[in-house]
């Protein structure tokens, strides 16, 4: 299977950087795995609630770890969450455009997860599935 593939076939997820702003790309993924019969999770440190499910703070505030992580935030973010994705046991990290990081996708893949960094959309790839 392709990191796509890896991706998508995961059992939970989890989408840092959702949002309440339904506009906002943070809101169009954590909204489209939801509506894709995924179990997924908002991860969001300035609010409680996205979408009438609980946001977040962290990673470790998870109930459970999630397989997928879907990063919806600026470089400097997605360096401090792949961190915390490598601690907690993610398997499989998708850095949305504009979201990537060089320093992160090496962290991540040293660690030996599953990195998608070139670009590519979780929203094209979830409706190229239906």
Not at 100 to 113: P, W, Y
């Amino acid at each position: 299977m392709n990191a796509i593939s890896n991706f998508l076939s995961a059992s939970t997820y989890a989408v840092a950087g959702a949002s309440q702003r339904q506009h906002k790309y943070g809101n169009k993924i954590f909204r489209a795995l939801i509506e894709s019969g995924r179990e997924t999770y908002p991860l969001n440190p300035a609010v409680e609630i996205i979408e009438g499910h609980p946001a977040y703070q962290r990673i470790a505030d998870l109930p459970q770890t999630p397989e997928s992580l879907s990063i919806v935030t600026p470089p400097e973010v997605t360096r401090r969450l792949v961190a915390d994705a490598i601690e907690a046991g993610i398997k499989h990290i998708w850095m949305q455009p504009g979201a990537e990081d060089a320093q992160a996708s090496r962290s991540a893949r040293d660690a030996g997860l599953t990195v998608i960094d070139d670009g590519s959309c979780v929203l094209v790839a979830l409706s190229l599935q239906h």
